[in-house]
């Protein structure tokens, strides 16, 4: 049964709530139960709350009525008075309590009725976010709570789609004007204040005419000088007025650039790439067959326009150094234009996939051999060749290692060149890659101290089985399955014999493999079986039956999914929103459990 009070969930025999307190009314068969059983001391009555040693209940039941008694029992009633404030406090004071019940639901028939026969008012209504739905009527907009209630009337042209709001305050627009309330419809950006669009930025914060506004939509100075304004790099941005470049700072002064560039990028590490006798050509928005050099934040040029970009695929500084081309080879040069790097390196061995900059101290280059094959290796901030450039590829070294390639087969290398993981495998496996084009580009080879491959002839794809190993070789998940994916390695999503299922990263199987698709959404897991979804926790429990036709998650801003204690879904092309027991609330109807479930 539930308390009156706090509406948590008791024991049915309890005779006050064990955590508010107050005490629970009785039925009329308890009432009778009671009458016979008077005896019954307090003690009895809260048999889950130790208040005192055996010998001092049985004193108790004793009831002799003399003084010393009644002194102890006085006592004993301060003491669970005393107890109960104080857990009463800890629960309601605590925040991690308070955040825990928010998630809890008090739901009950009648509640589901209300939500339902409310629904049959509106025309659309979105997820919930923050205990608050937004609901279309006559074409306004408006909001309801989880019981229905409209708390913030419709008189909206248009709400922030909810799947992507990661604030408490909404956007809204009436009569044409724009402006932000909060959950009780109070204005915070009053409409018309602004006459340009308020859009919210992917951080949460809002933009309005270049201006950047918190979420409360107050504009803070401290903003743009946290680079947050889109039109300043490095604290620099870039005009070009009267056909001259501008440089202004964040406090609006202003260099104007003398030189006659035909282009001037963004700034980057206190530098910023600068061309002259550009040609400008319909085909590109870059002037093009110019050469390049570098301005520093004064204006001043502090390299020389003598260098050339394949492509005009301008390379920015990182770590001090920056990789140009100079006849038809390229190198690294410092910021005097001091050459770091020789240029020996292959220029039509480049490509525009791969990231050539400087990190952690090194970078890749790639040199043709004398067969005039193009072979990669690894430099160092001081031009030292740290890895000959004997590998077929070399990816992005992350956590200390890196994937090679030799002669088709693929291993991992460590930040010294030795090789810890010999290549024997016929892929690693970044994410859905596909063939070698899509390797390492973007997904480092090792996370978090594990990396999938593939081992067998992928030419062959029914030879092929994905396993995951660590950095010293061992196996932590086998070489049997037929799919791994993860973008984490916190977990494995493994397919075999056409089903997936769900390994932690140890390789123990938390999900069972019944799923047709499991896929990740935010910190859950979305979960498929003839083409109707479900939902995983993070531990692989399934927390939602596979019977509805979509499930509607929302992001929070640090991109984890916020699990309202209704959900919005989709069943049998019907829209409305499952409750934490598994009913389905809809415009005028309420499906029990037993009436979603379909045959597995």
Same mark, same amino acid.
């Given at each position: ?12 025999? @309890? ?16 009432? *009778? ?27 108790? /039941? ?27 406090? &800890? ?77 408490? $305050?909404?956007?809204? /627009? ?16 009053? &409409? ?30 401290? &903003? ?6 889109? /039109?300043?790099?490095?604290? %620099? ?10 440089? *202004? ?51 001043? *040029? ?9 492509? $005009?695929?301008? #390379?920015?500084?990182?770590?001090? =150094? ?23 390196? @292959? ?10 900059? !400087? ?41 200390? !290692? ?25 892929? %690693? ?11 390492? /580009?973007?997904?480092?080879? &090792? ?7 593939? =081992? ?16 010293? $070789? ?5 070489? %049997? ?46 979960? *498929? ?31 984890? +999914?916020?699990? $309202?204690?209704?959900?919005? +879904? ?7 929103? %499952? ?20 045959? #597995?």
């Amino acid at each position: 049964m539930f308390c009156d009070n706090c509406r948590l969930q008791i024991d049915d025999d @309890s005779r006050f709530c064990e955590y508010c307190g107050v005490g629970v009314a009785l039925s009329a068969p308890q009432q *009778e139960a009671a009458k016979v059983n008077q005896t019954v001391s307090c003690q009895q009555a809260h048999t889950n709350r130790p208040l005192s040693s055996a010998s001092f209940t049985a004193n108790i /039941r004793n009831q002799s009525g003399n003084k010393t008694q009644k002194v102890v029992l006085i006592a004993a009633a301060a003491l669970f008075a005393v107890i109960i404030m104080a857990t009463a406090a &800890f629960y309601f004071f605590n925040p991690g309590f308070k955040e825990s019940i928010q998630n809890i639901s008090f739901f009950k028939g009648d509640d589901r009725k209300k939500l339902s026969k409310a629904l049959l008012k509106y025309d659309e209504f979105t997820t919930f976010s923050e205990g608050l739905a937004g609901v279309k009527k006559n074409d306004k907009w408006g909001f309801i709570n989880q019981t229905g209630n409209e708390v913030i009337p419709c008189v909206y042209d248009e709400i922030e789609n909810s799947d992507f709001i990661m604030s408490v $305050n909404v956007i809204v /627009r009436k009569n044409g004007k724009y402006g932000l309330i909060n959950q009780t419809g109070k204005e915070l950006i009053p &409409f018309g204040k602004y006459e340009e669009r308020i859009d919210r930025m992917y951080n949460g914060l809002l933009s309005v005419g270049g201006r950047i506004l918190d979420e409360n939509g107050k504009e803070n100075p401290d &903003f743009q000088v946290n680079n947050y304004d889109v /039109r300043f790099h490095d604290g %620099i941005n870039i005009i070009k007025s009267s056909g001259k470049f501008v440089l *202004e700072n964040k406090e609006g002064q202003e260099i104007v650039l003398q030189k006659p560039y035909s282009a001037v990028l963004n700034f980057s590490d206190g530098m910023a790439a600068v061309q002259m006798n550009g040609v400008v050509s319909e085909s590109s928005s870059m002037p093009e067959k110019g050469t390049w050099g570098f301005i520093d934040k004064t204006g001043k *040029e502090a390299i020389p326009c003598i260098y050339t970009f394949q492509y $005009n695929n301008v #390379r920015d500084f990182r770590e001090g =150094l920056v990789q140009v081309m100079k006849n038809g080879k390229y190198g690294y040069i410092d910021k005097t234009g001091k050459t770091i790097v020789p240029f020996k390196y @292959s220029v039509d061995c480049l490509n525009g996939m791969d990231d050539f900059n !400087f990190s952690d101290g090194f970078a890749r280059v790639i040199m043709k051999n004398k067969g005039g094959v193009c072979k990669w290796g690894l430099v160092d901030n001081k031009g030292k060749e740290a890895i000959p450039c004997i590998y077929d590829y070399i990816g992005p070294f992350s956590e200390g !290692f890196a994937a090679v390639e030799i002669h088709g087969k693929y291993g991992i290398i460590n930040i010294d060149g030795k090789i810890v993981i010999p290549a024997n495998y016929c892929k %690693i496996i970044p994410q859905h890659a596909a063939d070698r084009q899509d390797f390492y /580009r973007m997904i480092p080879s &090792f996370r978090n101290g594990l990396v999938k491959l593939i =081992l067998g002839n992928c030419k062959n794809n029914d030879e092929c089985k994905y396993g995951v190993i660590d950095q010293s $070789n061992n196996v932590v998940i086998p070489f %049997i399955y037929d799919y791994i994916y993860s973008d984490t390695n916190d977990y494995f999503i493994c397919g075999k014999n056409n089903k997936q299922g769900l390994l932690d990263n140890t390789g123990k199987e938390i999900s069972p493999f019944i799923y047709d698709h499991i896929y990740p959404k935010y910190n859950y897991f979305v979960c *498929e079986i003839n083409h109707k979804q479900g939902l995983l926790d993070n531990t692989g429990k399934e927390i939602i039956t596979p019977v509805f036709d979509e499930i509607y998650i929302k992001q929070n801003l640090n991109n984890t +999914a916020n699990i $309202n204690v209704l959900i919005k +879904a989709k069943w049998n092309n019907i829209t409305g929103y %499952i409750d934490e027991q598994g009913y389905f609330i809809s415009a005028g109807a309420v499906y029990s459990p037993s009436d979603l479930v379909v045959d #597995r």
